[in-house]
């Protein structure tokens, strides 16, 4: 099996105060653009659009089967949030996009991560992979999908929020996960 190595740099705008923190971008060629969260069919940049414009296709350009990454990126430096992935390095055991088709060569340093973001107070974790590679690292409790679990690190308290996978997999409605993306927004 082939060592994949991450094609992206973590996105960390000035004041970045929320990190979001998948498992690792899919295959390339099942991204429509260069960013996060890049297949068509992820709901991540729709469950954006519910939370904060009320409109699931405030970031699709159906007509080109993309999304407006311009839009997303202007976005995220406006409301500080942070994303990248707890694994730098993957094999993929069988030819999916799938978490538990993924297997960690390198996880993120994920102290060097946080240390980069000195005014983030909350961490998101958007699956179950990255759930387990963040909560063993830390040696914290995971938390129920839609909750958190308070943690200290280097002298500040942060908080690990797991919410709904955004892939089609995972069996919750787009506006259902909205909900739960919508109540960590809040919260923070």
């Not at 991450?6 to 929320?18: S, V």
């Not at 653009?33 to 699931?56: E, L, Q, S, V």
């Not at 088709?101 to 994920?110: A, F, K, Q, R």
Request: with cysteine.
């Amino acid at each position: 099996m082939e060592t994949e190595y991450h094609p992206l740099k973590p996105f960390l705008p000035d004041g970045c105060r929320l990190l979001m923190l998948g498992s690792f971008p899919p295959a390339r060629k099942r991204w429509c653009m260069d960013f996060f969260y890049p297949n068509y069919i992820n709901d991540m940049w729709r469950i954006f659009g519910i939370c904060f414009f009320a409109d699931k296709l405030h970031f699709v350009d159906e007509a080109h089967k993309t999304f407006r990454r311009e839009a997303i990126e202007r976005l995220l430096h406006e409301k500080g949030i942070g994303i990248f992935d707890t694994a730098t390095a993957v094999r993929r055991t069988r030819n999916t996009a799938s978490d538990k088709d993924l297997e960690v060569v390198e996880p993120t340093d994920l102290d060097a991560l946080l240390r980069q973001i000195p005014h983030c107070r909350a961490v998101v974790t958007t699956g179950q992979k990255a759930t387990d590679l963040f909560t063993d690292h830390f040696g914290i409790v995971q938390p129920k999908v839609g909750a958190f679990t308070s943690f200290e690190f280097e002298g500040r308290t942060l908080r690990l929020y797991r919410m709904p996978s955004s892939s089609r997999a995972y069996p919750m409605k787009v506006e259902t996960k909205a909900t739960y993306y919508q109540k960590m927004f809040d919260e923070i």
